[in-house]
């Protein structure tokens, strides 16, 4: 009787691996039937040849995960390394719920480890508990599965596998350790390492999965940049577009009205007005709109092309007085000295994480040397202003660097 209730268990555990893996296959129905079939009786008579032999721990978790992991890896879109992951669960699992299941219930009746004793005692019912459990874990585990290891990277997944195969390992030496009562040099040195291999390559894995995490914020960031400056371009397109049919509008309008009216100076102060007038610019921060609203009338009436590049997806980090003061001097001074080109550029980035600035003016002498230091000259000091600056980047924990090429000075700035 004992017999058949072992070979009823095995037949039934043997099943649910089967099923866990079948769950995976990508194929008709009839091809999971017979693909299935194949998997049972391939456990069936490994399990069988297995238990005939006294075998080097973990070798049986080997076996099942192989013939797990390549009906998975041939039946399925799954990677080979998210295979073998997929074929070492079902042992992980088992090992899991039998230990804790001996453990907890051999303290609950006897106060000590007996494994012997409980299996005597209340092995039928314990048994199937232990199964029924195993259903309910093979079933999330592979909903789970399928999701996850699709998001992981072959060396991800690949770490992932060698250290569930440790952790089965590791186990199993410790209930050979536990059951018997008998101190066992080889099975305690298996702990030992596998238990330190299995740190080692989670401390690795962490190290990756952070990585490309950064990765991929960075990959979001880049992506916030594009979406935040194509809504600015089609913001400034779409007003553009207004302007210009205002613009149009006011000239019927004048052709339409008596020339007496037409040439008075009012009337061409309007038209003037209307042919230099500049559209504003808007973004969330209300420091930088004024600044840059200001400071660009300012280069108008000098002649000088003023140039925006805005991708503001959040307000600087700043506060509002550091950041007026900021911008304030640095187009101060580029307006101040301007080169005979008459060109400025502002590139400025803000998000959550940093605030990036550059603005760059064209320039008729040298005004940084070799190691990015300015150079003070009778035509061009830098005084007070640059202390500003300077002392706005040190508190905010900022970094400042000049550069010139080309006749063209520039400053970056970076707050992060």
Same mark, same amino acid.
């Given at each position: 009787?004992?017999?058949?209730f072992?070979?009823f268990?095995?037949?039934v555990?043997?099943?649910m691996?089967?099923g ?6 990508q ?18 008579s490994?399990n ?14 080997f076996?099942?995960?192989?013939i797990g992991g ?5 039946c399925?879109?799954q990677?080979?390394?998210?295979s ?6 079902p ?5 899991l ?5 001996t453990?907890?219930?051999?303290f609950f009746?006897?106060?000590?480890i007996?494994f ?9 019912w314990?048994?199937?508990?232990s199964?029924?459990l ?22 991800e ?11 089965i390992?590791?186990?199993d030496a ?6 018997t009562h008998?101190f066992?040099?080889?099975?305690l ?5 596998t238990?330190a291999?299995?740190?080692i ?10 990585k490309?995490?950064?990765?991929e914020r ?17 913001d400034?397109i ?14 019927h309008l004048?052709?339409?009205l008596?020339e007496?009216?037409v ?10 007005r209307l042919? &230099? $007038?500049v559209?504003? =610019?808007? +973004?969330?921060?209300?420091? %930088? ?5 200001i400071k ?5 009436s000098?002649g000088?092309r003023f140039?925006?590049?805005?991708n ?8 509002e007085?550091?950041l007026y003061?900021?911008?304030?001097n640095?187009?101060d001074?580029a307006?101040e000295?301007?080169?005979?080109e008459?060109?400025?550029k502002?590139?400025m980035?803000?998000?959550?994480n940093?605030f990036?600035?550059?603005i ?13 230091n300015l150079?003070?000259t ?5 005084g007070?202003?640059?202390k &500003? $600056?300077?002392?706005i =980047?040190d +508190?905010?924990?900022?970094? %400042? ?6 006749h063209?000075f ?5 707050f992060s």
């Amino acid at each position: 009787m004992n017999n058949l209730f072992n070979t009823f268990v095995s037949v039934v555990e043997n099943g649910m691996y089967t099923g866990f893996f079948v769950y995976f296959m990508q194929c008709s129905r009839k091809k999971k039937i017979m693909f299935g079939l194949i998997c049972f009786i391939a456990l069936m008579s490994a399990n069988f040849l297995l238990s005939k032999y006294n075998v080097m721990i973990g070798f049986a978790s080997f076996i099942t995960a192989v013939i797990g992991g390549l009906l998975v890896y041939f039946c399925s879109s799954q990677s080979f390394m998210s295979s073998a992951v997929i074929g070492l669960t079902p042992d992980l699992l088992t090992a899991l719920i039998n230990s804790l299941l001996t453990i907890v219930f051999s303290f609950f009746f006897y106060g000590t480890i007996d494994f012997a004793q409980l299996m005597t005692s209340n092995g039928t019912w314990l048994t199937i508990l232990s199964k029924a459990l195993q259903a309910i874990l093979f079933w999330v585990s592979a909903k789970y599965l399928s999701k996850v290891t699709r998001k992981c990277t072959n060396k991800e997944l690949s770490l992932i596998a060698m250290m569930v195969f440790m952790t089965i390992i590791s186990i199993d030496a410790i209930e050979g350790l536990l059951y018997t009562h008998v101190f066992n040099e080889m099975n305690l040195s298996i702990i030992v390492v596998t238990n330190a291999i299995a740190a080692i390559l989670l401390i690795a894995t962490t190290n990756m999965i952070v990585k490309r995490n950064e990765e991929e914020r960075k990959n979001e960031l880049e992506k916030q940049l594009i979406a935040s400056q194509l809504k600015y371009t089609h913001d400034s397109i779409a007003a553009a577009d207004e302007l210009h049919r205002l613009r149009h509008d006011v000239q019927h309008l004048l052709a339409s009205l008596p020339e007496s009216i037409v040439l008075t100076s009012a009337a061409k102060d309007l038209q003037e007005r209307l042919s &230099t $007038i500049v559209l504003p =610019v808007k +973004t969330i921060s209300p420091v %930088i709109d004024t600044v840059i609203n200001i400071k660009r009338d300012q280069a108008a009436s000098k002649g000088i092309r003023f140039d925006c590049i805005l991708n503001i997806i959040e307000s600087p980090q700043l506060s509002e007085d550091d950041l007026y003061v900021l911008l304030v001097n640095l187009l101060d001074n580029a307006i101040e000295h301007i080169g005979v080109e008459k060109t400025i550029k502002i590139d400025m980035k803000s998000t959550k994480n940093y605030f990036l600035l550059t603005i760059a003016n064209s320039v008729n002498n040298r005004i940084v040397d070799e190691n990015g230091n300015l150079i003070q000259t009778e035509e061009v000091k830098h005084g007070y202003g640059l202390k &500003t $600056i300077q002392a706005i =980047v040190d +508190t905010n924990a900022g970094n %400042i660097r000049y550069e010139e090429k080309n006749h063209t000075f520039m400053v970056t700035l970076l707050f992060s």
